[in-house]
């Protein structure tokens, strides 16, 4: 049985070579398929089996590719997307947790986000910008 096993895998990972695989695209998309699969057991929702059915095979599809470049390139552009969307709450998450400490400020030139310490309440103080290099002055 165990050797059974290896060549099996052997035989996964010749097929496999040179294709491009599953990454967190792939992973996104098959969980998206999943949920879909799952809500489509719902009576009036019979068109989410159809979605998440192409979702599924998308996914197949990717990961049996060969055009790595294009799988690349979709990978990268999830990703960016994907660091929109986090990078906003992780922002908003840190203005909580230094919400004491330290101030955050938009660049009213480049509208970049500038964090700087809290020096007390009412004071003028003036902010660099260290993507535009711009000086202005706030209110803390």
């Known amino acids: 049985m165990r050797k059974w096993l290896d060549?099996?895998?052997?035989?996964?990972?010749?097929?496999?070579?040179?294709?491009?695989?599953?990454?967190?695209?792939?992973?996104?998309i098959s969980v998206s398929?999943?949920?879909?699969?799952?809500?489509s057991l719902v009576p009036f929702l019979r068109l989410l089996y159809f979605l998440a059915l192409a979702l599924l095979i998308w996914t197949w599809y990717r990961a049996f590719s060969r055009n790595i470049y294009k799988r690349q390139a979709e990978r990268q552009k999830y990703l960016e997307l994907r660091y929109r969307v986090t990078g906003s709450?992780?922002?908003?998450?840190?203005?909580?947790?230094?919400?004491?400490?330290?101030?955050?400020?938009?660049?009213?030139?480049c509208r970049a986000t500038v964090r700087t310490r809290r020096p007390g309440k009412g004071k003028k103080i003036a902010v660099n910008c260290p993507k535009c290099g711009r000086e202005f002055i706030k209110k803390t």
């Open 7 to 28: 060549d099996l895998k052997y035989k996964i990972g010749r097929f496999m070579y040179g294709r491009y695989g599953y990454d967190e695209l792939s992973r996104f």
């Open 89 to 109: 709450f992780s922002l908003w998450r840190n203005m909580w947790r230094e919400r004491k400490t330290h101030k955050y400020f938009r660049c009213p030139y």
């Open 33 to 39: 398929g999943l949920v879909m699969l799952f809500l």
